[in-house]
T-cell receptor
Framework: AQKITQTQPGMFVQEKEAVTLDCTYD???????LFWYKQPSSGEMIFLIY??????QNATEGRYSLNFQKARKSANLVISASQLGDSAMYFC???????????FGTGTRLTVIP | GAVVSQHPSWVICKSGTSVKIECRSL??????MFWYRQFPKQSLMLMAT?????????EQGVEKDKFLINHASLTLSTLTVTSAHPEDSSFYIC?????????????FGPGTRLTVL
């Protein structure tokens, strides 16, 4: 079984600063994928970044980077140069071997302060 | 990324009526689609996996006779909430893709907000 834990219900960051959103996971699968999604108030789920369990490099997508520490089973999202439009809920998710669906964490609400 | 549409974006209905929600994969063929439900201030919970040409697979605790899923084509899955009650009020969101391997990304529709009076 997979488990995703996001321990920060809410985070605040000053505009233009960087912020790290925490995510830890637990799985017995040898191969798995880790995902981050952004959910603004409109409700849509926007895919941000993906990290494969066997990837040697940490994933990056523009201002988003994933700090993947396999031994610690953590996959933290780093947002650099925060913008007001980054204010939203952020969900960490995982898919294991043989599973089609995603397991989601409880989310972190990020608020960017001008 | 892939484009997934959902219709309607919001619906208000009376208790006891049925509501159909459509999920379309616009730019690729999806043999598998997923239906999630999200209550206010909570995370997404998988309700069922919709398989084209076969029966849906429901998660534990989800009533298959209440939440009817039909995946009639490679681009369309529908979720019908039958005899809706106020406790069914929620945000329903579908996704597509991500069925081939653990590395495949799932893309989500914009969601449908259901309010049952």
């Amino acid at each position: 079984a997979q488990k995703i834990t996001q321990t920060q219900p809410g985070m605040f960051v000053q505009e233009k600063e960087a912020v790290t959103l925490d995510c830890t996971y637990d799985t017995s699968d040898p191969s798995y994928g880790l995902f981050w999604y952004k959910q603004p108030s409109s409700g849509e789920m926007i895919f941000l970044i993906y990290q494969g369990s066997y990837d040697q490099q940490n994933a990056t997508e523009g201002r988003y980077s994933l700090n993947f520490q396999k031994a610690r089973k953590s996959a933290n999202l780093v947002i650099s140069a925060s913008q007001l439009g980054d204010s939203a809920m952020y969900f960490c998710a995982m898919r294991g071997t043989g599973a089609n669906n995603l397991f989601f964490g409880t989310g972190t609400r990020l608020t960017v302060i001008p | 990324g892939a484009v997934v549409s959902q219709h309607p974006s919001w619906v208000i209905c009376k208790s006891g009526t049925s509501v159909k929600i459509e999920c379309r994969s616009l730019d690729f063929q999806a043999t598998t689609m997923f239906w999630y439900r999200q209550f206010p201030k909570q995370s997404l919970m998988l309700m069922a996996t919709s398989n084209e040409g076969s029966k849906a697979t429901y998660e534990q605790g989800v009533e298959k006779d209440k939440f009817l899923i039909n995946h009639a084509s490679l681009t369309l899955s529908t979720l019908t909430v039958t005899s809706a009650h106020p406790e069914d009020s929620s945000f329903y969101i579908c996704s597509s893709g991500g069925a081939a391997s653990s590395t495949d990304t799932q893309y989500f529709g914009p969601g449908t907000r259901l309010t049952v009076l």
